[in-house]
C-alpha cells in the first residue's frame, strides 16, 4: 500500500501543506498556553490512506522539531 501511496503527488502534497500550516499554527497554540492538539486524519477510500497521511505527517513533524504522538 506504501507503494500506491508514494506514486501519487496529491498524497504527498497534502501531507506538506498540513505539516506546513502545524508548523505554522503550533507556536501560536504555545503561546496561548495550549498544551496539546488534537488532529483527525479521514478518509473513505477504503485504501487505508488516512493512516499513511498520520504516519507520514509525523515523519515530517518530528523533522521539524516538533512531537506528534499518533493514536
Given at each position: 500500500m506504501?507503494?500506491?501511496?508514494?506514486?501519487?503527488p496529491e498524497t504527498e502534497e497534502?501531507?506538506?501543506r498540513i505539516a506546513?500550516?502545524?508548523?505554522?499554527?503550533?507556536?501560536?497554540?504555545?503561546?496561548?498556553g495550549?498544551?496539546?492538539l488534537t488532529i483527525g486524519i479521514g478518509c473513505t477510500g477504503g485504501r487505508h490512506r488516512s493512516v499513511y497521511v498520520?504516519?507520514?505527517l509525523s515523519r515530517v513533524l518530528r523533522q521539524r522539531r516538533l512531537?506528534?504522538?499518533?493514536q
Amino acid at each position: 500500500m506504501v507503494a500506491f501511496f508514494q506514486k501519487e503527488p496529491e498524497t504527498e502534497e497534502s501531507v506538506e501543506r498540513i505539516a506546513h500550516l502545524l508548523h505554522c499554527l503550533l507556536p501560536r497554540y504555545r503561546r496561548e498556553g495550549k498544551n496539546y492538539l488534537t488532529i483527525g486524519i479521514g478518509c473513505t477510500g477504503g485504501r487505508h490512506r488516512s493512516v499513511y497521511v498520520c504516519q507520514e505527517l509525523s515523519r515530517v513533524l518530528r523533522q521539524r522539531r516538533l512531537e506528534p504522538i499518533v493514536q
